[in-house]
């Protein structure tokens, strides 16, 4: 359930602070996947930038997995700030020397300053209490990230050629930001990362952050070199305009990562079709990649990636909006974690089949197939997660339980409160009830007499939703229920007993009694409390065993007593209608003594009892009338009295067949 109390990133200083931070300390990734050749140019080793990118990369993952170790070292704002410090030195390095061995430190520090922010602020910006909050704070982030990256790239189609002023950059927004992370830590002293959960997700959105974490690094690190060169080889564009294209992209998310909380429903998804539009937009972001790769036309190119990248961003602020506050506090670092270690395999999987497998590929299938990663994740993602439309058979199954109360307490007006109209029943193609009718009043006992077999059990299922019929009808409280779902007949007042079925055997004897009437007795204050411990009373009054087991296991009961405990129900939740199948099953006779006349005290308040009976001598003793079964039709029907008038009838019925008593009493 939604929290209404906010816990702290709703705070505008912390969420720009985070943005400016985030923005700055992703800018050197486009430097080391577009600008290498000047990068080793300028450090004079051209062989040595791809192996230092590696380096840095382990680095990141390493540190981001010590990170998520040390959540109770310190508070998760303060480590941002340190992180942020560290961070922009290791830039601010980077950008002014030539020696290599400098420009590794340099990059060490970046790379251990990065792993607090990238595990640590997507953990803060989705401490909201909304759902709606917490999507619009991820969006702005992501779009922070984008420019971040983007930055460089725009630098570069205005003529700012060189990557140390990029890296300069990089440095200033990450110092801001950390500076401003600074005058939260003084205004502020919580930890907000160890605030509790804020909602309850209803998808498993772990494991699809992993994935979508694999195929986010596998797309935007490990397909950059084939993006790069298919925009140089292929299309022949310079270097101006091959980073207005993938800045194009990139800039793309961040305005709809900034705009699009303000026109699309995303945020009021919930649970399966959250899940649903998350992989919708992995599979369009997917699709559209590999489409533009192989597109004929540049512009073709153009327009698929600046869609693909908005439909990234969008996916993956729904996901992280609802995986962090989802998860125990102690958890969200791991989880972050892992998911930069995902991103990671993800990255230098896919550069290493490019490089390796695929190395004399052209660069349009070398993009293609990347593409499909996502689109593969995503289709996983919507594969199970439920549909729109069971969501919405969800909704309706639930409102279906408790809108039948409506007309629980209609008048009969001289009615029967069940009438079984020429009923038929098959199992598969094997017909066992042929044009069954019953009618049972309001207070009445009725039986059902037969031999096993005889399909009375089949009946009773019938009635009560769980077996469906071939033919007839079935008429409840004035109602055509022929069709409608056990649950609806639950929610009307139909119950079914079946001899000790309804136990719950791990629970003891009052928490089986109190789970019966969790729907209609739920104890939220003093007087729901009360009718609680009434119903209690009720039941320990007729059976004073279950008083004396009441903390025993119920699997643990003889069968009488498990009997005497499914004919409690009935007591905590009182019925309009009992169905109870095999009443004497197993029972001795000194406990078929006590449990009549709960059977008769249930009728006597007024609810109807139709009881399946194979002892004739039981089932005449408290029925008001009786139905004989035979082979899946009504043979013979009478009062309680008239049966017990003619034991040969019963006796030669049970024996020859209905048939044969029939012809013998006339």
Not at 117 to 135: I, T
Not at 200 to 208: D, E, H, S, T
Not at 324 to 348: D, I, K, Y
Not at 521 to 540: G, K, Q
Request: hydrophobic letters at 55%; aromatic letters at 6%; proline letters at 3%.
């Amino acid at each position: 359930m939604e929290q209404e109390r906010r816990v702290g990133s709703g705070d505008p200083w912390l969420l720009t602070a985070i943005c400016l931070q985030s923005a700055g300390l992703v800018s050197p990734l486009a430097v080391f996947l577009f600008r290498r050749s000047e990068l080793a140019e300028h450090l004079n080793v051209l062989g040595a930038i791809v192996g230092e990118a590696s380096l840095l990369l382990g680095v990141l993952i390493a540190s981001s997995l010590l990170v998520a170790r040390a959540r109770d070292k310190l508070p998760a704002v303060m480590l941002c700030f340190l992180g942020g410090l560290m961070a922009s030195v290791g830039l601010g390095v980077m950008a002014n020397t030539t020696q290599l061995v400098t420009f590794v430190v340099g990059g060490v520090l970046v790379a251990l300053g990065c792993a607090p922010g990238l595990l640590v602020h997507r953990v803060l910006l989705a401490s909201e209490a909304r759902f709606a909050d917490r999507f619009r704070a991820l969006c702005w982030y992501w779009a922070a990230v984008s420019l971040g990256v983007s930055l460089p790239l725009v630098l570069v189609v205005f003529s700012v050629n060189s990557f140390v002023a990029h890296l300069w950059v990089g440095a200033l927004l990450t110092f801001v930001g950390t500076l401003l992370l600074g005058r939260y830590l003084l205004v502020h002293d919580e930890d907000v990362e160890v605030e509790p959960v804020v909602s309850r997700g209803g998808v498993p959105w772990v494991r699809r952050a992993y994935g979508l974490a694999f195929a986010a690094g596998s797309v935007v690190v490990g397909g950059a070199d084939a993006a790069q060169g298919l925009l140089v080889g292929e299309w022949q564009r310079n270097t101006t305009q091959t980073a207005a294209v993938l800045a194009g992209g990139a800039v793309a998310a961040v305005l709809i990562g900034a705009f699009g909380p303000a026109y699309h429903r995303l945020h009021r998804l919930s649970g399966g079709r959250r899940a649903d539009a998350v992989g919708t937009n992995l599979v369009v972001a997917g699709l559209l990649v590999s489409l533009g790769a192989l597109s004929f036309t540049y512009i073709g190119l153009i327009a698929c990636w600046l869609v693909a990248g908005g439909a990234l961003l969008l996916a993956v602020a729904v996901l992280d909006a609802s995986l962090f506050a989802s998860l125990a506090p102690h958890v969200r670092r791991r989880v972050a974690a892992r998911q930069v270690l995902w991103a990671g395999v993800g990255a230098a999987l896919v550069a290493l089949v490019n490089a390796l497998v695929v190395g004399g590929v052209s660069d349009q299938f070398k993009v293609a197939w990347v593409g499909l990663i996502l689109a593969g994740v995503g289709w996983q993602i919507r594969r199970f997660a439920p549909s729109a439309r069971e969501i919405a058979s969800d909704v309706r199954r639930a409102r279906a339980v408790t809108m039948p109360r409506r007309v629980h307490d209609l008048n009969l007006a001289n009615r029967p409160l069940l009438a079984v109209e020429q009923v038929s029943v098959a199992y598969g193609s094997v017909q066992v009830l042929f044009d069954v009718d019953v009618v049972v009043n309001e207070g009445a006992v009725v039986a059902l007499l037969g031999t096993n077999g005889a399909g009375k059990t089949t009946l009773l299922r019938a009635i009560s939703g769980l077996e469906p019929t071939i033919g007839g009808r079935i008429i409840y409280a004035g109602l055509d229920i022929t069709k409608t779902r056990p649950t609806w007949r639950a929610a009307m007042g139909l119950q079914q007993i079946v001899g000790g079925e309804t136990v719950i055997g791990p629970l003891t004897v009052a928490e089986n009694l109190r789970l019966f009437g969790y729907n209609a007795i739920r104890p939220t204050n003093a007087v729901v409390n009360s009718r609680e411990a009434n119903a209690l009373d009720a039941v320990y009054e007729l059976f004073p065993r279950l008083a004396e087991r009441s903390n025993q296991r119920a699997d643990t009961l003889s069968g009488g007593e498990k009997q005497m405990l499914s004919l409690a129900k009935a007591i905590i939740v009182p019925p309009r209608l009992l169905l109870i199948d095999e009443f004497s099953l197993g029972l001795a006779p000194t406990v078929i003594a006590d449990l009549l006349p709960v059977v008769r005290t249930i009728a006597a308040q007024g609810a109807a009892v139709l009881i399946v009976e194979q002892s004739v001598n039981i089932a005449l003793a408290i029925a008001d009338y009786a139905y004989v079964v035979e082979k899946g039709a009504i043979g013979y029907s009478g009062t309680a009295e008239e049966l017990r008038a003619k034991p040969d009838l019963l006796r030669a019925a049970y024996l020859e067949g209905l048939a044969h008593a029939l012809s013998v009493d006339q």
